[in-house]
């Protein structure tokens, strides 16, 4: 099946670091993505992953792919109250064009 | 530039009313994707295009239909409203390049009585 599969919620506090976490199902995917979804808004795209990597950083994110497992995880380091929103991993799958299939999504909720 | 722009930001319709939803990119993009998003169901997709004049069957097609007469613009229509289409409803577009991300626009809340 197209299952991609994620945790429904997490919390943290202020300054903590938040990991969230994915597995997927197409061990063809090319890319991995994580996306953003703050309140009342449309999703945003925070970063992707390369299917030839292992590990991906940009400022405070950090993404870590195990193909073996099919495990895509996002790190934010030093969390902010700004991060609370729900992320969305997606992998894409060729299906004749570059089809995205999305998590369920995790809410996380940062508090003070 | 104005990305992603969908129209209207909120309906209410009566089972068996019909409407248009209407998404734009100004981004050029070839793909363009209409998605439902339900709670605990993540974003599902409804219909995309891969280009001026053509169309197809994402996962959950049943009781809509799209059109895409100009590149940059997308309609998915309602043509007779259930309940279990009571949903947000998101246009994305992308150059649909290996990459293939996709810039979303910011939702349709559409409540069917």
């Known amino acids: 099946g197209e299952d991609v599969e994620q945790s429904l919620f997490l919390s943290v506090r202020e300054g903590d670091s938040s990991v969230i976490n994915c597995t997927y199902t197409?061990?063809?995917?090319?890319?991995l993505y994580w996306y953003k979804q703050e309140p009342g808004a449309g999703l945003q795209l925070l970063t992707y992953?390369?299917?030839?990597?292992d590990m991906k950083q940009d400022q405070r994110l950090t993404v870590l792919l195990n193909k073996k497992d099919k495990h895509l995880s996002l790190r934010i380091a030093d969390t902010q109250t700004g991060d609370s929103a729900i992320y969305f991993c997606?992998?894409?799958?060729?299906?004749?064009?570059?089809?995205?299939?999305f998590g369920t999504g995790t809410r996380l909720l940062v508090s003070p | 530039n104005a990305g992603v722009t969908q129209t209207p930001k909120f309906r209410v319709l009566k089972t068996g009313q019909s409407m248009t939803l209407l998404c734009a990119q100004d981004?050029?993009?070839?793909?363009m994707y209409w998605y439902r998003q339900d709670p605990g169901m993540g974003l599902r997709l409804i219909h995309y295009?891969?280009?001026?004049?053509?169309?197809a069957k994402g996962e959950v097609p049943d009781g809509y239909n799209v059109s895409r007469l100009k590149k940059q613009n997308f309609l998915l229509g309602l043509e007779s409203a259930a309940p279990s289409q009571t949903s947000v409803y998101f246009c994305?577009?992308?150059?649909?390049?290996?990459?293939?991300?996709?810039?979303f626009g910011p939702g349709t809340r559409l409540t069917v009585l």
């Open positions: 981004m050029n993009h070839e793909y």
């Open positions: 295009s891969v280009g001026e004049g053509t169309t």
């Open positions: 992953i390369f299917s030839n990597m």
């Open positions: 994305a577009s992308s150059l649909g390049l290996a990459r293939n991300e996709q810039f």
């Open positions: 997606a992998e894409s799958m060729n299906t004749g064009f570059q089809k995205l299939v």
């Open positions: 197409d061990s063809s995917s090319t890319y």
